[in-house]
């Protein structure tokens, strides 16, 4: 038992350079404390009419929790009518996890759309074929292991609102 969980250990961190055996442990639901200050919260801050975003999260062989965690904070943490689909771009994984179960898996969420590159092409040029099935007015471009705070959205699609030639990066 030690011995198998420090293999475990050690696997996680080989693959993904992070405690997979500990994320693997973590609710893809899970709870965040809310780290914006009082000024975002306030009522009124941003626009009301606030454009939709495609979001892109481009990934190769993500630990699976991770690659979940993220997707379901960004559907848990967002306005349901700010986000227009979530294009998950696979820059030709090979790790059976992010093939036919993440299909399966993620049929159940009609917003999520999972594009894949017959082969390796870099984050660059997996962002750019992801960009090919944007459907929103907004591109939202996203790490595929990161888990989106509430309140994230808006903010963003607000600095675009007031003008559309403004790009803008979440604090992180």
Known sequence: PVAETETKIDKGWKDNAFNQYVSDMISVHRSLPDPRDDWCKAESRFLTDLPATSVVVCFHNEAWS??????????????PHLIEQIILV???????HVKEELDMYMAQYPKVKI???????????A???????????VITYLDS???????????????????KTNAVCPVI
Do not use: Q
């Open 127 to 137: 962002r750019l074929l992801g960009a090919k099935y944007v459907t929103a007015p």
């Open 90 to 96: 696979d820059d030709a994984s090979t790790m059976d």
């Open 66 to 79: 991770a690659l979940l965690r993220t997707v379901h904070s960004i559907l848990d943490r967002s306005p």
């Open 145 to 163: 292991h990161c888990e989106c705070a509430e309140g994230w959205l808006e903010p963003l699609l607000d600095r675009i609102a007031r003008n």
């Open 115 to 125: 594009v894949r590159a017959p082969e390796r092409v870099g984050l660059i040029r």
